[in-house]
Protein backbone atom coordinates (compact mmCIF):
# COMPACT_ATOMS: atom_id res chain seq x y z
CA UNK A 1 0.00 0.00 0.00
CA UNK A 2 3.05 2.59 1.09
CA UNK A 3 4.50 1.56 -2.15
CA UNK A 4 1.76 2.67 -4.51
CA UNK A 5 1.40 6.11 -2.46
CA UNK A 6 4.73 6.16 -3.60
CA UNK A 7 5.08 5.37 -7.25
CA UNK A 8 1.42 7.79 -7.48
CA UNK A 9 3.43 10.75 -5.95
CA UNK A 10 6.77 9.99 -8.31
CA UNK A 11 3.87 9.90 -11.21
CA UNK A 12 2.27 13.19 -10.58
CA UNK A 13 5.30 14.92 -9.66
CA UNK A 14 7.13 13.65 -12.83
CA UNK A 15 3.71 15.08 -14.63
CA UNK A 16 4.34 18.32 -13.17
CA UNK A 17 7.50 18.50 -14.29
CA UNK A 18 6.46 18.15 -18.10
CA UNK A 19 3.71 20.18 -17.25
CA UNK A 20 5.48 23.01 -16.14
CA UNK A 21 7.67 22.72 -18.90
CA UNK A 22 4.77 22.86 -21.31
CA UNK A 23 3.77 26.50 -19.79
CA UNK A 24 7.28 27.74 -20.06
CA UNK A 25 7.80 27.08 -23.20
CA UNK A 26 3.81 28.48 -24.10
CA UNK A 27 5.55 31.71 -22.19
CA UNK A 28 8.24 32.23 -23.98
CA UNK A 29 7.01 31.74 -27.53
CA UNK A 30 4.79 34.33 -26.65
CA UNK A 31 7.28 37.18 -25.62
CA UNK A 32 9.15 35.71 -28.53
CA UNK A 33 6.89 36.79 -30.80
CA UNK A 34 5.80 39.95 -28.88
CA UNK A 35 3.20 38.89 -27.76
CA UNK A 36 4.19 38.85 -23.70
CA UNK A 37 2.28 41.40 -21.86
CA UNK A 38 3.36 43.02 -18.25
CA UNK A 39 0.67 41.57 -16.25
CA UNK A 40 1.61 38.32 -17.81
CA UNK A 41 5.32 38.97 -16.16
CA UNK A 42 3.78 40.12 -13.13
CA UNK A 43 1.23 37.11 -12.98
CA UNK A 44 4.83 34.40 -13.34
CA UNK A 45 5.79 36.26 -9.74
CA UNK A 46 2.90 36.27 -8.18
CA UNK A 47 1.39 32.64 -8.54
CA UNK A 48 4.86 31.24 -7.41
CA UNK A 49 4.46 33.08 -4.41
CA UNK A 50 0.47 32.59 -3.57
CA UNK A 51 1.44 28.84 -4.90
CA UNK A 52 4.26 28.51 -2.37
CA UNK A 53 1.88 30.02 0.31
CA UNK A 54 -0.68 27.16 -0.63
CA UNK A 55 1.43 24.81 -0.09
CA UNK A 56 2.49 25.85 3.40
CA UNK A 57 -1.30 26.03 4.23
CA UNK A 58 -1.97 22.46 2.90
CA UNK A 59 1.81 20.99 4.99
CA UNK A 60 0.25 23.42 8.17
CA UNK A 61 -3.20 21.58 7.71
CA UNK A 62 -1.55 18.10 7.98
CA UNK A 63 -1.61 17.91 4.20
CA UNK A 64 0.33 15.35 2.30
CA UNK A 65 2.97 16.41 -0.57
CA UNK A 66 0.84 14.50 -2.62
CA UNK A 67 -1.75 17.16 -1.83
CA UNK A 68 0.91 20.11 -2.48
CA UNK A 69 1.42 17.91 -5.73
CA UNK A 70 -1.92 17.50 -6.95
CA UNK A 71 -2.86 21.59 -6.58
CA UNK A 72 0.26 22.53 -7.76
CA UNK A 73 -0.84 20.61 -11.41
CA UNK A 74 -4.18 21.83 -11.27
CA UNK A 75 -2.41 25.38 -11.13
CA UNK A 76 0.07 24.59 -14.25
CA UNK A 77 -3.16 22.85 -16.07
CA UNK A 78 -5.02 26.35 -15.88
CA UNK A 79 -2.26 28.00 -16.67
CA UNK A 80 -1.56 25.99 -19.83
CA UNK A 81 -5.17 26.11 -20.88
CA UNK A 82 -5.47 30.46 -20.59
CA UNK A 83 -1.86 30.44 -21.92
CA UNK A 84 -3.27 27.88 -25.51
CA UNK A 85 -6.52 30.33 -25.98
CA UNK A 86 -4.00 33.41 -25.88
Avoid at 33 to 38: A, V
Avoid at 45 to 51: D, G, Q
Wanted: proline content about 1%.
Amino acid sequence: MMLGSWVRLTLDTTLLGLEAQSVISLRLAQIAMGQGTPAEAQLMVTEKMLAFMDAAMTVAAGGSAHQVVQNYRRQVQANARRLRLA
